[in-house]
């Protein structure tokens, strides 16, 4: 059985699961955020439970239209507020607490492996880079997960991808799933499971992981999954969780298909509207004027990529007519880019430092595009109007491209600037 | 009448390959859970005025991938609200798939309606026997039927109302 099997089958007290059955498993962590929060809590009413099936494993974010942006996004927050304090809801975490949640639920050590977490986000699948079975739903499996604490879900299928060799500069963990991403399609891997494996794995640290995991949503798949090695065991004794290494082996009973990526071959990619699969190298990348980079977001807006782009960007500055915006992902991404002077060189370059929310990446605030404009970011997705006006345009890449194209206001590999 | 069980009768509006939750209903309009308010703005960030061309009853025919990108349950209850009664496409993104169930929104997962059914195409589904006439062309197709335990989700009007009667602990 794939690995992603082997969790759910325990899950649902079976022995062995075949891809296709319908089952029911019980969930360790039920995550929503205050756009799925409202209608979540709204079922959950309808269906008129008294209580939550364990005010413990629920977690609320207030990340994505927050600080309030408007007054409908006010009366969103204040319902979610009211509805967490009245359960007596743990983990909720508003204001000063609050991280672009896919950021946060690692750092704060609520995801354990082995685990099957569900959120009302699509990125809730970012977990699997800590040995997670981690799927992003809607609100009205949150409201039944909250009541009963199950989902219903169809066993997928798996592909493996087996990753060797070593990164080449300034290439990290954006660049693997843009040109996996790339080497697949978006629906590459529609209902199914993406497993990594491989000596490549080495080399990808666990924030890089968190990244490649986040993103498998952009290929279609269900869930992403880490093995869970040396690298990921002192991650999570570094949050209080103590867990011991599970590999993910061949099995040819287990997948349905192979991928194998060699990365060696992998420049820095950019993603080129209005697909995430749309990677080319950045070499080869339009030369187009920039209006705006974003560095953040759940996908990149951990406190490894703040360094790299703060290496990139040191001593230079933001080229004319660029708006630099830097999203640290959460509070302690924050206060650690603040204590090793990073917000000292992003604002010699002329950056604007946001407080941790998803903000500009789904165009919700704080970075709106205009008609025409046009931004790279390291953010997930490059959809037409996803930052802004349907005729603006996003491209995808990762820390270090973001941050040189800054620079020179065009898209531009790393190695040129620094 | 159920809402996998019924007949549904209305004009085909073509769309393309990946139509993402964001060309659905843009996250701008995420502060409102009301269908017939999300209805207003169904596929405004694909083409401003489409919603204004829906008349209640009428399907929606895509391509590819239709639904990938955000969890957002907006979009298949924009999609109800609008008036449109099904979805068929070649291929759905899962999320989607898990909400249009959930929400009780009948969904058809076609290749062969989706590549020949033109705009404006009269059909007319019968969701239980698993059939989908062309009424302006006169073909007839017969597509695969939900697997039962989704069917009594979609009987029930939605996961909530599945659950509430009762047959959850099946």
């Known amino acids: 059985m794939s690995a992603t099997r082997k969790i759910l089958a325990r899950h649902a007290d079976k022995l062995r699961l075949q891809p296709g059955a319908f089952i029911e498993a019980t969930v360790d962590l039920v995550l929503s955020n205050d756009v799925t929060a409202p209608i979540a809590i709204k079922e959950f009413e309808r269906y008129g439970s008294e209580n939550i099936f364990d005010p413990d494993k629920v977690v609320i974010v207030l990340d994505h239209f927050t600080p309030n942006r408007d007054i409908a996004s006010a009366e969103q927050c204040a319902m979610v507020r009211s509805f967490a304090r009245r359960c007596g809801i743990k983990h909720f975490y508003d204001c000063g607490e609050v991280g672009i949640e896919h950021v946060l639920l690692p750092e704060e050590g609520l995801i354990e492996p082995g685990s099957v977490v569900i959120g009302g986000d699509s990125h809730t699948c970012t977990y699997g880079a800590l040995g997670a079975f981690a799927t992003g739903v809607g609100s009205t499996d949150v409201a039944a997960a909250m009541a009963t604490g199950k989902i219903w879900l169809r066993t997928p299928e798996a592909i493996l991808v087996k990753v060797t060799g070593k990164f080449r500069p300034w290439a990290s963990g954006k660049d693997l799933i843009l040109y996996l991403i790339g080497k697949i399609g978006v629906d590459g891997a529609t209902y199914r499971s993406l497993e990594f494996t491989g000596d490549g794995l080495k080399g990808l640290s666990v924030e890089g992981r968190l990244t490649v995991a986040n993103m498998v949503v952009e290929a279609g798949a269900k869930n992403g999954l880490f093995p869970v090695d040396d690298l990921t065991v002192r991650y999570l004794a570094s949050v209080g969780i103590g867990a011991s290494e599970s590999s993910i082996e061949p099995d040819e009973y287990g997948y349905s298909g192979e991928v194998d990526i060699d990365l060696g071959d992998i420049e820095p990619q950019v993603a080129l509207p209005s697909l995430p699969s749309n990677a080319v190298s950045v070499g080869e990348a339009p030369d187009v004027r920039l209006d705006q980079v974003v560095i953040g977001s759940c996908t990149n807006g951990r406190i490894e990529d703040l360094r790299v782009a703060a290496r990139v960007l040191k001593g230079k500055k933001a080229a004319a007519g660029v708006r630099l915006i830097i999203i640290p992902g959460s509070p302690r991404v924050y206060r650690g880019a603040m204590e090793e002077g990073l917000f000292d060189i992003f604002l010699d370059a002329g950056a604007v430092i946001s407080p941790p929310t998803c903000g500009p990446c789904l165009g919700g605030h704080m970075g709106v595009l205009a008609a025409g404009e046009k931004a790279i970011s390291t953010t997930n997705r490059n959809f037409a109007g996803r930052m802004g006006h349907m005729e603006s345009e996003v491209y995808l890449s990762n820390p270090a491209v973001a941050a040189a194209s800054a620079v020179n206001g065009s898209i531009t590999e790393p190695g040129e600037v620094v | ?170």
């Open chain 2, 1 to 170: 009448m159920s809402a996998s069980g019924g007949l549904i009768e209305g004009n085909a509006h073509i769309l393309g390959d990946h139509i993402d939750t964001d060309a659905i209903i843009p996250a701008t309009r995420l502060v409102s859970h009301d269908p017939v308010e999300l209805g207003g703005h169904l596929l405004e960030g694909y083409d401003p005025d489409f919603a204004s061309r829906i008349k209640e009853g009428d399907i929606i025919v895509a391509g590819e991938n239709f639904g990938s990108g955000s969890s957002r349950e907006h979009a298949p209850l924009a999609i109800k609200g609008a008036g449109v009664a099904c979805v068929i496409a070649t291929s759905f993104a899962r999320i989607f798939f898990r909400n249009a169930v959930n929400v009780g929104l009948p969904i058809l997962e076609s290749p062969e309606v989706a590549e020949v059914t033109e705009e404006g195409d009269r059909l007319r589904i019968d969701l239980a026997a698993g059939k989908v006439e062309n009424l302006t062309t006169r073909a007839s197709f017969s597509v695969e039927p939900y697997p039962e335990f989704m069917r009594r989700i979609i009987d029930a009007g939605g996961l909530i109302d599945y659950l509430k009667k009762g047959q959850g602990s099946e």
